[in-house]
């Protein structure tokens, strides 16, 4: 059974930086397909980053420049470095996982990640 974990949320002035690790078990050796989702306060959950095996990473236009996912096999851990935090950037932040061989096109909305982290909160004040 996979389980993910979250830490390294927290509270920064706009400018600043913080990185976000997931925790990995239960992969059997396979990574799949790993995603960053946040969700801001009254507002639907959006995909901020993913990451595969191949590898291959994409972004939300919002973060690129700024974030940068990344994957340690040795660690099993997942993280995205944020840095130039931005007040909106505010948000729960979730990693995901599905067992797909990579991180295919069509797989853009949230349940096409079976599997969740209980999220972490990252709060940009300005």
């Known amino acids: 059974q996979v389980h993910l974990a979250e830490s390294g949320g927290g509270s920064v002035q706009a400018g600043g930086s913080l990185r976000l690790s997931c925790q990995l078990s239960?992969?059997?050796?396979?990574?799949?397909?790993l995603a960053w989702f946040r969700q801001p306060p009254g507002r639907e959950r959006e995909e901020v980053a993913r990451?595969?095996?191949?590898?291959?990473?994409k972004y939300k236009e919002a973060v690129k420049g700024r974030f940068t996912v990344s994957l340690d096999n040795a660690k099993s851990t997942l993280y995205l470095q944020m840095n130039y935090l931005k007040p909106e950037d505010t948000a729960m932040y979730y990693c995901?996982?599905?067992?797909?061989?990579?991180?295919?096109?069509?797989?853009?909305?949230?349940?096409?990640?079976?599997?969740w982290g209980q999220g972490t909160q990252v709060t940009v004040s300005s």
């Open positions: 239960g992969l059997s050796g396979k990574i799949g397909c």
């Open positions: 995901a996982h599905s067992s797909e061989n990579y991180c295919f096109e069509a797989m853009n909305h949230e349940t096409d990640f079976p599997d």
């Open positions: 990451i595969d095996d191949f590898p291959s990473t």
